[in-house]
Structures are given as structure tokens and as C-alpha cells.
């Protein structure tokens, strides 16, 4: 007779964003959608919780999303998200070269189903940091452009920069971010619409005189600012 498993081991195998989210596999994206309000109520600040947990809520919904499709099918999965992959590369690759650096966070799960050989087409760019001159309008383009693809990243830092107000209006696409440094560029009249652009972000750095003293006293308490150079 086959021996039931141990009651700890499905923890062990299924994914951190199933654990988060209080899921056993197998799971269908009805049952994440279902998993994520309730958790997310919990962990919404509003309610007694924190905005870091709040984050990884999301953060878990969104993995879980990715791991069901993937489970559903495989191939069609990989196959849709190598596109993407091959655009965030484009601007990994841009960075470096300009000198700057990136960060990038792993996608556990996928590598314990393909190894390395195919795992990182899912990993996330989560950071961008170019904190010198060749910051500047045409990189920010580049980031419009990609913006589809761009969706996990948080950290931006174009500190230093020469990019304009034109440039900026480029980022706009990047609905996620946490972190934007542009002290020290050129942005200027377009600073103070900043954080009606971004619902997530929590420090927001700015050149010195981009933003009036009304601007100032109107930014949203969830965020930091730091005016001068970087």
C-alpha cells in the first residue's frame, strides 16, 4: 500500500507566491484571484497592515499568475515571454554599456522546471542604475519604448543625468517604480507631476529648484524626497 505523504512536504514543492497567498497547488488563476483579494484586504496599510507586506502580496499575485499559465502550458508560456526577455536585455545591455549597472531577481520555480538553461527568460529586471552624464533623453526613449516589458522595474537612479523634461515624459510608461533619483539632470516644470505618474513610488529625487514651495507641501506623505545634487 502507498504510504501518504508526509502532511510538510506539498509546502516544501510549491512556490514561495503559493505560500504567500495561502494556495496548495494544483491552483487555477480563479483560485489566485480569490487568494489575493482576501490577502491583500489584510495586508492593505489601511487595514492594519504594512506597505511592505502589501507589496509582496502583489509581488505573490503576480508570480502566481506566471506559475499557473506555466503549468497550463509550458511551451506556449516560454514562448511568450521570450520577447520580452529579449527587450529587457536591450536595455540591460544599454546600461552597461553607458556604464551604469543593473539588478535582477531570479525566478526560483522556473529554474527548478528548466534549469538554467531556460529559467532566465523569466527573471526580472527589477533596478536600473546610470548615475552619470550619458543618462540622458535618448536612454529614456529607449526605457518608453521597452516599457511593456519593464513592468518589475522598481529602482530607476539616472542621477546625474542630462536628461530634460522630454526625457522624463519618456518614464511615464513605467507604472511600477519605487525609486526615481533624477537630481542633479535637467528636469524642470514636469517634476511636480511626478507622483500622479507613479501610485507606487516611495523616494523621489529631484534637482534643486524643479519643484516650488507649494509643489513641495502638495507631495504625497508615502513619499521621500531629496532635492539637490546626487
Given at each position: 500500500m502507498t504510504q501518504p505523504a508526509p502532511a510538510s512536504q506539498p509546502a516544501l514543492q510549491r512556490p514561495e507566491c503559493l505560500v504567500v497567498l495561502g494556495l496548495m497547488p494544483p491552483v487555477t488563476l480563479e483560485d489566485v484571484k480569490q487568494a489575493y483579494l482576501v490577502r491583500a484586504r489584510d495586508a492593505h496599510p489601511d487595514r492594519g497592515g504594512s506597505q511592505e507586506e502589501f507589496v509582496r502580496v502583489q509581488q505573490a499575485f503576480e508570480e502566481a499568475n506566471e506559475f499557473v499559465k506555466f503549468k497550463a502550458n509550458k511551451l506556449e508560456w516560454l514562448a511568450s515571454k521570450i520577447d520580452a526577455y529579449s527587450q529587457q536585455q536591450e536595455v540591460v545591455t544599454e546600461t552597461i554599456e553607458r556604464g551604469g549597472s543593473v539588478e535582477m531577481e531570479e525566478t526560483d520555480w522556473l529554474r527548478k522546471s528548466f534549469g538554467d538553461d531556460f529559467g532566465h527568460v523569466a527573471d526580472k529586471l527589477v533596478a536600473v542604475r546610470l548615475p552619470n552624464d550619458r543618462a540622458d533623453d535618448v536612454f529614456c526613449i529607449l526605457l518608453g519604448f521597452r516599457a511593456d516589458s519593464l513592468k518589475d522595474l522598481a529602482t530607476l537612479d539616472l542621477s546625474g543625468g542630462t536628461l530634460t523634461?522630454?526625457?522624463?515624459?519618456?518614464?511615464?510608461?513605467?507604472?511600477?517604480?519605487?525609486?526615481?533619483?533624477?537630481?542633479?539632470?535637467?528636469?524642470?516644470?514636469?517634476?511636480?507631476?511626478?507622483?500622479?505618474?507613479?501610485?507606487?513610488?516611495?523616494?523621489?529625487?529631484?534637482?534643486?529648484?524643479?519643484?516650488?514651495?507649494?509643489?513641495?507641501?502638495?507631495?504625497?506623505?508615502r513619499i521621500t524626497l531629496e532635492l539637490g545634487d546626487a
Open positions: 523634461d522630454e526625457g522624463l515624459l519618456q518614464l511615464k510608461g513605467l507604472q511600477n517604480l519605487r525609486r526615481l533619483d533624477l537630481r542633479g539632470t535637467r528636469v524642470g516644470k514636469l517634476a511636480g507631476e511626478i507622483p500622479g505618474w507613479f501610485e507606487r513610488l516611495e523616494f523621489l529625487g529631484l534637482p534643486k529648484g524643479s519643484l516650488g514651495m507649494l509643489a513641495r507641501l502638495a507631495m504625497p506623505r
